[in-house]
């Protein structure tokens, strides 16, 4: 819109105030001499006399300039015309006469100039002055171009400024009438109103009506002479307020300034921001009025117009997310906006209304807003002074001051024995299931804390977990959980994620007969990192495959260093469920294989959590290529899962590893040692290896010795260790045979 000068009108009703704001004083050594006919015209060649006899008088007098606003362009006598060049060489080269711009039949911009009697010699200035749509003339050029011998407009050589063609200065309109010496031609002849001492005096003579019919409206006057706005705009330059801010300059500086209060978090200062920009505005006015700066606000104030608009339309908007329309009560949206909240920091709980949808589903339309309301009524019956919240769906939240978790979970219970008796909606019994989240954190994040207490009411269910409160994760700790995927990129490249090795051995022998190649991440500001929390952000995140590739290849460069070490044993690599439905990780370990030249046949692909294999058919297919490039297939933590037996008919699996859930509980609990005992015998039968892993002490490793397991693993035998450290245990493995190497 400010490209498009849609705005301005705007500009020039502000301009328009400006200017009637300030008065300022003319300098007085610029004095206009008035006609009130046409001195020009040809009719009338008595006036050409009198103008003629006016110079001759100013230039005994004294005075420094002369500057006649009128073109001469058509003759009249011989004498009278060349009796007026006379007058002005006579004068000297302070004697100016004024070339102006017109406009063509063709539509182009011609010179309008006296003719060759009247101008020859005597010094020529321009005289052009854009007369917009509103009458006003708010601007003028240093230079008037004319496609061949530019001249210096009027203004500009009567101020003594040059400047460069095409660049233009404001007219400041802010000067008194009265204080500019306005003369007309007959006081001026007979001496009347004219200063004792002309010297240094500028005369600017001009008609009041001209040929070319073009009055020109100023603040506070119309039908003024062109001359007139001549002389305004040759004292704006004399006092050095000639200063211009253009509209797209400040335009996008407010826009830059709205994009950064934008970013203000807490709506008081955001409000307080908006309200010192139309402040700032509004004394920008003032001050530029006073120093005489013209700025095209036009731009930045539709801006601001624009964007309040759409602001209140959105708070508009907000107002009816606020407040749900069916039963008049607040929303979530509200709950996340209450300060109080924020401030007090009170416990949130959040209902889940089971089998929701369902009901409303078999509810006329009528009766769901009623539905809904009879909840609300019997929940307001224990917590009468909270206000109660409305969520999507089947979600109602509330506030409480209360955040002993022993409390809260008494009060919720009873809130629960509430609606252990059905609801009457309309004519029929409706039984409601309940169950709650609760945050009670710490924090002044109200969404946060809401959408906590969310997450885990969604995770409840009426028969186990009807209550559960949301763990006091720190706000450091969520920015870190969802930047994750980013910080596992940069441990990959700069060496904090790294492998360990954690043996397996022969239980009757203590020989080690493989490795497990385990990864870990040690963050250097954080310290130690989990490899389940990791793992998982992997597998959400997509980025499984490249941890996987990295683990593989390091694992298979170790294998080559123990072989290279006198040390040729298996290595085994955690391969996640997730990647077995896809042919890309059959590329990913060939590529690996081909890349390290490690043995297929020394490798042992450990398949974990079984039970997140969707489609049982697809995964025979990949296991069954991986099989065939020589690797070994393993079951990892066999007997978890509802799905580890059905896995194990239908998959190609060489190995299984029982689950620690089993081995750790061997010696105090007698039907774990027998589910042990039969998965060895089940190995035994389908002729594949049972690894015993999570062995923790000499006790279990013992039972199982006697229960005739081959082979183990676990801190009791060794912890994962590096590499280096695997192979010196090697060379003297008779004195550490069967030791804890911790």
């Given at each position: 819109m400010t490209v498009l000068t849609l705005l301005n009108p705007i500009d020039q009703i502000i301009w328009t105030a400006q200017n009637r704001m300030v008065t300022t004083s003319a300098s007085g050594d610029i004095i206009f001499i008035s006609s009130q006919q046409d001195l020009s015209d040809p009719e009338f060649p008595s006036r050409r006399?009198?103008?003629?006899?006016?110079?001759?008088?100013?230039?005994?007098?004294g005075a420094e300039s002369i500057y006649i606003d009128s073109v001469f362009d058509t003759a009249t006598t011989a004498e009278i015309d060349n009796d007026l060049n006379s007058a002005l060489l006579d004068f000297g080269p302070g004697a100016y006469l004024v070339q102006d711009v017109r406009t063509g039949l063709n539509g182009q911009l011609r010179r309008n100039q006296s003719i060759s009697i009247i101008a020859h010699d005597v010094n020529q200035v321009g005289g052009d002055l854009f007369r917009n749509f509103m009458g006003?003339?708010?601007?003028?050029?240093?230079?008037?171009?004319?496609?061949?011998?530019?001249?210096?407009?009027?203004?500009?050589?009567?101020?003594?400024?040059?400047?460069?063609?095409?660049?233009?200065?404001?007219?400041?309109?802010?000067?008194?009438?009265?204080?500019?010496?306005?003369?007309?031609?007959?006081?001026?002849?007979?001496?009347?109103?004219?200063?004792?001492?002309?010297?240094?005096?500028?005369?600017?003579?001009?008609?009041?009506?001209?040929?070319?019919?073009?009055?020109?409206?100023?603040?506070?006057?119309?039908?003024?002479?062109?001359?007139?706005?001549?002389?305004?705009?040759?004292?704006?330059?004399?006092?050095?307020?000639?200063?211009?801010?253009?509209?797209?300059?400040?335009?996008?500086f407010a826009f830059a300034l709205l994009l950064a209060i934008g970013q203000i978090q807490f709506w008081r200062w955001r409000r307080i921001a908006y309200g010192a920009i139309v402040v700032a505005i509004l004394i920008g006015l003032i001050v530029a009025a006073h120093v005489g700066w013209r700025v095209g606000l036009s731009g930045p104030m539709g801006l601001i117009a624009i964007y309040a608009i759409f602001r209140l339309r959105s708070l508009w908007k907000d107002s009816f997310t606020l407040i749900d329309a069916d039963t008049n009560l607040p929303t979530f949206a509200a709950l996340e906006a209450d300060s109080a909240a924020a401030e007090t920091l009170p416990a949130i709980i959040v209902a889940k209304i089971h089998r929701f949808e369902q009901v409303r589903?078999?509810?006329?339309?009528?009766?769901?807003?009623?539905?809904?309301?009879?909840?609300?009524?019997?929940?307001?019956?224990?917590?009468?002074?909270?206000?109660?919240?409305?969520?999507?769906?089947?979600?109602?939240?509330?506030?409480?001051?209360?955040?002993?978790?022993?409390l809260l979970h008494e009060h919720l219970e009873g809130l629960r024995a509430l609606f252990s008796s059905p609801l009457i909606v309309g004519d029929q019994q409706v039984d409601v299931g309940i169950t709650f989240g609760v945050d009670i954190t710490p924090s002044p994040n109200v969404s946060r804390?809401?959408?906590?207490?969310?997450?885990?009411?969604?995770?409840?269910?009426?028969?186990?977990?009807?209550?559960?409160?949301?763990?006091?994760?720190?706000?450091?700790?969520?920015?870190w959980n969802i930047s994750l995927q980013a910080r596992i990129d940069a441990a990959l490249s700069n060496g904090e994620i790294y492998l360990v090795y954690q043996p397996k051995v022969?239980?009757?022998?203590?020989?080690?007969?493989?490795?497990?190649?385990?990864?870990?991440?040690?963050?250097?500001?954080?310290?130690?990192?989990?490899?389940?929390?990791?793992?998982?952000?992997?597998?959400?995140?997509?980025?499984?495959?490249?941890?996987?590739?990295?683990?593989?290849?390091?694992?298979?460069?170790?294998?080559?260093?123990?072989?290279?070490?006198?040390?040729?044993?298996?290595?085994?690599?955690?391969?996640?469920?997730?990647?077995?439905?896809?042919?890309a990780i059959v590329d990913l370990v060939s590529?690996?294989?081909?890349?390290?030249?490690?043995?297929?046949?020394?490798?042992?692909?450990?398949?974990?959590?079984?039970?997140?294999?969707?489609?049982?058919?697809?995964?025979?297919?990949?296991?069954?290529?991986?099989?065939?490039?020589?690797?070994?297939?393993?079951?990892?933590?066999?007997?978890?899962?509802?799905?580890?037996?059905?896995?194990?008919?239908?998959?190609?699996?060489?190995?299984l590893k029982i689950d620690r859930l089993f081995i750790a509980q061997m010696a105090n609990d007698e039907k774990a040692a027998g589910i042990v005992r039969n998965v060895l015998q089940l190995g035994k039968d389908l002729r594949i290896i049972v690894v015993a892993e999570g062995v923790e002490d000499t006790q279990t490793l013992t039972i199982l010795r006697d229960s005739g397991c081959l082979v183990a693993q676990g801190f009791g035998i060794s912890r994962p260790i590096p590499i280096d450290k695997l192979l010196d245990f090697h060379k003297d493995k008779e004195k550490f045979l069967l030791k804890n190497m911790v």
């Amino acid at each position: 819109m400010t490209v498009l000068t849609l705005l301005n009108p705007i500009d020039q009703i502000i301009w328009t105030a400006q200017n009637r704001m300030v008065t300022t004083s003319a300098s007085g050594d610029i004095i206009f001499i008035s006609s009130q006919q046409d001195l020009s015209d040809p009719e009338f060649p008595s006036r050409r006399v009198e103008l003629a006899q006016l110079v001759r008088q100013l230039n005994v007098a004294g005075a420094e300039s002369i500057y006649i606003d009128s073109v001469f362009d058509t003759a009249t006598t011989a004498e009278i015309d060349n009796d007026l060049n006379s007058a002005l060489l006579d004068f000297g080269p302070g004697a100016y006469l004024v070339q102006d711009v017109r406009t063509g039949l063709n539509g182009q911009l011609r010179r309008n100039q006296s003719i060759s009697i009247i101008a020859h010699d005597v010094n020529q200035v321009g005289g052009d002055l854009f007369r917009n749509f509103m009458g006003y003339v708010w601007d003028a050029p240093y230079v008037v171009g004319f496609g061949e011998n530019d001249l210096p407009n009027l203004a500009a050589q009567i101020a003594g400024t040059t400047g460069v063609a095409g660049e233009r200065f404001p007219i400041g309109y802010d000067l008194a009438l009265d204080t500019i010496p306005v003369l007309s031609l007959q006081e001026a002849r007979s001496g009347n109103g004219l200063p004792t001492d002309l010297r240094d005096k500028i005369f600017v003579i001009g008609s009041e009506n001209r040929a070319d019919g073009r009055p020109i409206s100023i603040p506070g006057l119309t039908d003024v002479s062109p001359t007139l706005i001549h002389v305004y705009a040759a004292e704006t330059l004399m006092a050095g307020r000639a200063r211009y801010i253009g509209g797209a300059y400040v335009t996008f500086f407010a826009f830059a300034l709205l994009l950064a209060i934008g970013q203000i978090q807490f709506w008081r200062w955001r409000r307080i921001a908006y309200g010192a920009i139309v402040v700032a505005i509004l004394i920008g006015l003032i001050v530029a009025a006073h120093v005489g700066w013209r700025v095209g606000l036009s731009g930045p104030m539709g801006l601001i117009a624009i964007y309040a608009i759409f602001r209140l339309r959105s708070l508009w908007k907000d107002s009816f997310t606020l407040i749900d329309a069916d039963t008049n009560l607040p929303t979530f949206a509200a709950l996340e906006a209450d300060s109080a909240a924020a401030e007090t920091l009170p416990a949130i709980i959040v209902a889940k209304i089971h089998r929701f949808e369902q009901v409303r589903r078999t509810l006329p339309k009528e009766l769901h807003s009623e539905y809904l309301l009879r909840i609300i009524g019997r929940l307001k019956a224990a917590t009468q002074d909270a206000t109660i919240y409305l969520g999507q769906g089947h979600l109602i939240a509330w506030t409480l001051p209360e955040k002993e978790p022993a409390l809260l979970h008494e009060h919720l219970e009873g809130l629960r024995a509430l609606f252990s008796s059905p609801l009457i909606v309309g004519d029929q019994q409706v039984d409601v299931g309940i169950t709650f989240g609760v945050d009670i954190t710490p924090s002044p994040n109200v969404s946060r804390r809401l959408a906590s207490a969310v997450a885990v009411a969604e995770l409840t269910n009426e028969t186990f977990e009807p209550i559960a409160i949301a763990d006091t994760t720190s706000d450091e700790d969520l920015i870190w959980n969802i930047s994750l995927q980013a910080r596992i990129d940069a441990a990959l490249s700069n060496g904090e994620i790294y492998l360990v090795y954690q043996p397996k051995v022969m239980v009757q022998t203590g020989e080690i007969v493989g490795v497990e190649a385990l990864v870990r991440w040690n963050d250097p500001v954080r310290g130690h990192i989990p490899p389940d929390n990791f793992i998982r952000q992997c597998e959400t995140a997509g980025r499984m495959s490249h941890l996987t590739r990295f683990v593989l290849e390091e694992a298979c460069k170790a294998g080559n260093a123990m072989e290279n070490g006198g040390l040729s044993i298996p290595v085994a690599v955690n391969i996640s469920a997730t990647l077995v439905h896809e042919h890309a990780i059959v590329d990913l370990v060939s590529e690996v294989l081909r890349k390290t030249g490690f043995e297929p046949r020394r490798l042992t692909l450990e398949i974990t959590e079984t039970y997140r294999i969707s489609n049982l058919d697809r995964a025979a297919e990949i296991l069954g290529e991986l099989k065939a490039l020589g690797a070994k297939i393993s079951m990892d933590d066999f007997g978890v899962g509802a799905a580890s037996l059905e896995a194990l008919l239908r998959l190609p699996f060489g190995e299984l590893k029982i689950d620690r859930l089993f081995i750790a509980q061997m010696a105090n609990d007698e039907k774990a040692a027998g589910i042990v005992r039969n998965v060895l015998q089940l190995g035994k039968d389908l002729r594949i290896i049972v690894v015993a892993e999570g062995v923790e002490d000499t006790q279990t490793l013992t039972i199982l010795r006697d229960s005739g397991c081959l082979v183990a693993q676990g801190f009791g035998i060794s912890r994962p260790i590096p590499i280096d450290k695997l192979l010196d245990f090697h060379k003297d493995k008779e004195k550490f045979l069967l030791k804890n190497m911790v």
